[in-house]
């Protein structure tokens, strides 16, 4: 069919930006869209497909000819829904793959008022970016973490319309290896499709999931996929923290597998149709029979033996995230608690169990569960959160027809100026 045909009409104002999720177990393309009449962005359509055999290991593209065919899928899946031409893509990076640095960036206000203005907070950013890096790196972000003004009013979050004559900023700049993007863009390009940002993934995931109360407050969000579990730690709405811990719900798999002496693909089944990870709050034990195949035998077990298996992995998950956490010093600033996302996040009893081992309030944060329009139905799944997140991201990292028109400092020029810097939640 001839995609122009396809394609709906766009109103002038309206955006679209598409979040494209290469994980290891699935490969997601959500397509979103805002215009300046309504406050909350829509969602078009949603493209999914699991990843075919070979699928990576290490989080890292390492079999392109098989991911450029699991992205033509998704996205091809999200066009038809969408009814939009897809021809730029946000994606994400995990935080294992960046490489982050500290600066401080430093400007003297010339305007005769001293009255900090954005342009200052920009030209200041800018300055912060000026950091001696490897040639095969490129900046992604830089995540402003204080303002400082005059050497003495310290911890300023948003210094618009404050008085000073010195603007100094902390900073961290969030870099990621050139041949990373490379091969991102290698999967991308036989499916006519370019990179329109390259986002740290926690980053794209706390857009999904967070809300701004929560994130003011500290919170940290786990995301918690096939092979990995990424964490970010949001306190005062800035990113504050973010980790890869090589642990995720293949290692679920893989332990009913080998404890129930069965297959791969029916320990995988087991997991999802059966599985609880929290005996306390597993009521009523049943006995399950699963009936066998050609090639599988049948099984027979108690749930609640299921579930200890289940349960003994995903502490040891939740443990590794609590050191790390640890680690960051973050710990005691989490107001907000702990927001539990991911696909592996499906399993019955995460809360409880993660209430538990967190020792603090825990969530599982849903893409749905935030303000959208649209297909809000098509997204209430946990391994949606980083698709959703990045086409947020890209939302609001985007120009609009009108801004570039009317002349004003428009989101392009920004992104010039700041090598695509996000300005996260802060409206400065
Ligand atoms: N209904 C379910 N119950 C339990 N687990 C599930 C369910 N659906 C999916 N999962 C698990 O979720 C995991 C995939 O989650 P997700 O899609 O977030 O990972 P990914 O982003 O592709 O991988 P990664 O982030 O590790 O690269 C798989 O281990 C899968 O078995
Ligand atoms: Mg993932």
């Not at 019955?348 to 993660?354: A, C, F, M, P």
């Not at 569960?369 to 991201?393: C, H, I, M, R, W």
Request: proline letters at 3%; hydrophobic letters at 40%.
């Amino acid at each position: 069919m001839d995609n122009r045909q396809k394609t709906r009409d766009l109103k002038k104002s309206e955006e679209i930006s598409v979040g494209l999720d290469i994980g290891t177990w699935k490969v997601c393309a959500v397509v979103l869209s805002q215009s300046s009449e309504s406050k909350v962005p829509t969602i078009l359509g949603v493209g999914i497909t699991e990843r075919r055999r070979g699928k990576a290991r290490h989080g890292r593209i390492d079999n392109i000819e098989n991911t450029i065919e699991d992205i033509k899928e998704a996205i091809k899946n999200a066009v038809n829904q969408s009814n939009v031409d897809i021809s730029s893509v946000n994606v994400g990076l995990m935080n294992k793959f960046v490489k982050f640095n500290e600066s401080r960036g430093l400007v003297s206000i010339s305007s005769q008022d001293k009255i900090i203005t954005r342009s200052d907070v920009y030209r200041v950013l800018d300055d912060a970016k000026k950091i001696d890096l490897p040639s095969d790196y490129t900046i992604i972000h830089i995540l402003p973490q204080e303002y400082i003004i005059n050497n003495n009013v310290k911890d300023i979050i948003n210094p618009v319309g404050m008085s000073g004559s010195k603007l100094e900023v902390e900073a961290k700049i969030v870099s990621a290896l050139n041949i990373d993007i490379k091969n991102i863009g290698l999967c991308l390009e036989p499916n006519g499709l370019s990179i329109e940002n390259i986002v740290l993934q926690p980053l794209g995931t706390g857009l999904a999931v967070l809300d701004e109360d929560e994130m003011e407050l500290g919170v940290a969000v786990i995301d918690v996929g096939e092979l990995h579990t990424e964490i970010g730690v949001f306190i005062d709405g800035l990113l504050k923290f973010a980790s890869t811990i090589q642990v995720g719900g293949r290692y679920v798999t893989e332990d009913i597998r080998v404890l129930m002496n069965t297959v791969f693909s029916q320990a995988e089944e087991i997991k999802k149709e059966f599985g609880h990870c929290y005996l306390p709050s597993l009521h009523q034990d049943r006995q399950i029979m699963v009936s066998g195949t050609k090639t599988r035998k049948p099984l027979s077990f108690m749930r609640s033996q299921l579930c200890r298996i289940i349960q003994a992995r995903m502490e040891e998950i939740f443990s590794f995230a609590v050191e790390e956490l640890k680690s960051s010093k973050l710990m005691n600033k989490l107001g907000a608690g702990i927001v539990l996302t991911g696909g592996t996040m499906m399993i019955e009893g995460v809360e409880d169990l993660g209430t538990e081992v967190f020792g603090m309030p825990v969530r599982v944060g849903l893409p749905s569960d935030l303000n959208y329009g649209g297909l809000t139905q098509e997204v209430n799944k946990p391994y949606f959160s980083t698709a959703v997140g990045l086409a947020l991201y890209g939302l609001k990292n985007s120009t609009t027809v009108e801004q570039s028109k009317n002349g004003m400092t428009s989101n392009k020029e920004k992104q010039n100026l700041f090598n695509k810097v996000i300005e996260f939640f802060k409206k400065i």
